[in-house]
């Protein structure tokens, strides 16, 4: 079997299933997804920041990509920069309950008003 990465719009994805079927086809989105949150189930939140920044690079506007770094960053107790990419997340989608959550808690022990 074949992996390789091609995302959803690519415009030979149709052809390429369709003449080997064997093929592992895979968008590196999920890759990435996958693959932080394999470290950070085995504790090495260090390694699922790295992987979820990486991923940010590339898809500047995923939402929770934003949302679950600042998590990760909240649990390595690095609250100023959680609550940048809460605040990332929430600029991203003005209704993001979650985020405004996190936002509204980390001013209160930042005492940041």
């Known amino acids: 079997m074949i992996l390789i990465f091609c995302r959803s719009e690519c415009k030979i994805l149709k052809d390429v299933k369709t003449r080997y079927p064997n093929w592992m086809l895979a968008d590196p989105m ?8 394999e470290y950070y ?17 590339y898809y500047l506007e995923y939402l929770y990509g934003h949302y679950w770094l600042g998590r990760y960053f909240e649990e390595k107790g690095m609250k100023e920069k959680a609550l940048q990419a809460y605040k990332k997340a929430l600029s991203l989608d003005k209704s993001f309950g979650e ?3 996190r936002i509204e808690v980390l001013k209160k022990e930042l005492k940041v008003y």
Do not use: P, T, V, W
């Not at 999920?30 to 949150?37: A, I, M, V």
């Not at 085995?42 to 940010?56: H, T």
């Open 30 to 37: 999920q890759f990435l997804h996958l693959s932080y949150l």
């Open 41 to 57: 189930r085995k504790g090495k939140i260090d390694e699922a920041i790295e992987i979820m920044q990486l991923e940010l690079e």
């Open 99 to 101: 985020a405004k959550d």
